[in-house]
């Protein structure tokens, strides 16, 4: 459902506004409002995958693989949660 939101966006985002408009390139201040919010949220979802990306090539490339036994590692992990639940 559509809502109603007033927003005050200045005289030179307002004029850049009419002039997308008066383009052709939107119909309505509506429509550049939306398109302006969904880059901005690809923006942001971007530069979260970017940081996932640089912390992932981080991991990789701070030490040697080591083998690990996923049993001994979830039992470890376990004892630590009991521990910090114990020390609240």
């Keep these: 459902m559509a809502r109603t939101m007033t927003v005050d966006l200045g005289d030179e985002l307002r004029e850049f506004i009419e002039s997308l408009i008066e ?3 939107y119909r309505t201040q509506s429509e ?3 398109e302006s919010l969904r880059l901005l949220r690809e923006k942001q ?3 979260r995958l970017q ?8 991991g990789l490339s ?3 693989p ?3 036994e996923k049993d001994a590692f979830l039992k470890k992990v376990k004892a630590g ?3 910090a639940g ?3």
């Design 62 to 64: 701070s030490a040697e």
């Design 51 to 58: 940081a996932l990306r640089d912390l992932l090539a981080e």
């Design 23 to 25: 383009s052709g390139d």
């Design 32 to 34: 550049v409002i939306r």
């Design 66 to 68: 080591v083998e690990w």
């Design 45 to 47: 979802a971007e530069s």
């Design 81 to 83: 949660m009991r521990a």
């Design 86 to 88: 114990e020390n609240r």
